[in-house]
Structure formats: C-alpha cells, structure tokens
C-alpha cells in the first residue's frame, strides 16, 4: 500500500515560517520526484516546488527565495521549509511522488496552512 503522510501545517503570522514533513511507504523513494502541491478555496491545485532522487529542484515563480524543498532517502522523507510566509500562501498543501517512466501519481491528505494576522 502507498502511503504519503504530511505534518506540520497550522497557522502563522505573515512574515512568519512553517516547515512540513511527508513520510512516504510503499514506494521506492529513490526512483519517485517528489513534490509539495497547494489548492487555495476556488482555485486549482497548483505546483509549489518538486525534487528529483537526485536533488534537482524546482520552484513556482510565487515562492522562490521564500521556500526551500529537501528530501532524505535513507529516511523516505521529503520536506518543505517555509519562510516570509504571506496571505496568499493559505492553502491545502499536498504531498506528491511520481514514479520516474510510469503514470501514476499518489497524493497525500493535505495539510491546511494558514497565514493571518
């Protein structure tokens, strides 16, 4: 059974940081880009940063310099440190792997965060 599981979300002043976990199972971790996605209420899920088993990054225009994604493979884990968090950063954030050659996605439960003063 593949299992992605986020933690760490909650609520936060802007200007203010978050960091969020993604414990993976039943994949070759290794083999799968991994990835932190976000849907906003009314709006479509949106790509925020992704990693290659490498450690090639990539990052939407909205949080570079803000946010930083880093991955584990001894420890099947991929994170997402948030910084100068800002109201438009409230969202739904979404664990994601990709198996490298194959079609299949698997998506987490979501993790809400907040950013109000």
Do not use: H
């Not at 803000?66 to 948030?82: G, H, W």
Request: charged fraction near 15%; aromatic fraction near 8%.
């Amino acid at each position: 059974q593949v299992q992605l599981v986020e933690s760490g979300g909650g609520l936060v002043q802007p200007g203010g940081s978050l960091r969020l976990s993604c414990a993976a199972s039943g994949i070759i971790f290794r083999m799968n880009v991994m990835g932190w996605y976000r849907q906003a209420p009314g709006k479509e899920r949106e790509l925020v940063a992704t990693i290659s088993g490498s450690g090639m990054t990539n990052y939407a225009d909205s949080v570079k310099g803000r946010f930083t994604i880093s991955r584990d493979n001894a420890k099947n884990t991929v994170s997402l440190q948030m910084s100068s968090l800002k109201p438009e950063d409230t969202a739904v954030y979404y664990c994601n792997a990709r198996r490298v050659g194959f079609l299949v996605n698997y998506w987490g439960q979501g993790t809400q965060v907040t950013v109000s003063s």
